[in-house]
């Protein structure tokens, strides 16, 4: 989170734009960043640790919508590298004062 809060603060250098507005734009992307980075790995936790231990049909269904959750989740991890990865090609490939 850091590395985009500084990355916010250099796109609004670069623009001489206000951080703060920048910052109050990026609020909602952030709440979902800090609620998701808080609440999956307890989530997991409690699937891993309680259902996740059910045998029988409940189990079975539990297992199966965990590894749903991580094929998704891997999937979204591919997608983000992809994203950043053509970034980078893009931002190498501009001009200097394009950038």
């Given amino acids: 989170m ?3 809060l500084e990355g916010i603060r250099q796109q609004c250098e670069a623009a001489n734009a ?11 992307w952030l709440l979902a ?4 980075n808080t609440f999956m790995p307890v989530w997991k936790r409690i699937m891993d ?5 059910a045998s029988g049909p409940l189990g079975d269904v539990m297992r199966q919508a965990r590894d749903a959750m991580n094929t998704a989740k891997s999937k979204v991890d591919d997608a983000r590298t992809v994203a950043l990865r053509m970034q980078r090609i893009q931002a190498a490939t501009l001009p200097p004062d394009q950038v």
Avoid: I, K, Q
Avoid at 19 to 26: Q, T
Avoid at 33 to 36: D, S
């Fill in 49 to 53: 640790h309680t259902f996740g231990r």
């Fill in 33 to 36: 960043l800090n609620f998701r």
């Fill in 18 to 28: 206000l951080v703060f507005e920048a910052y109050l734009d990026a609020f909602p």
């Fill in 2 to 4: 850091n590395v985009a």
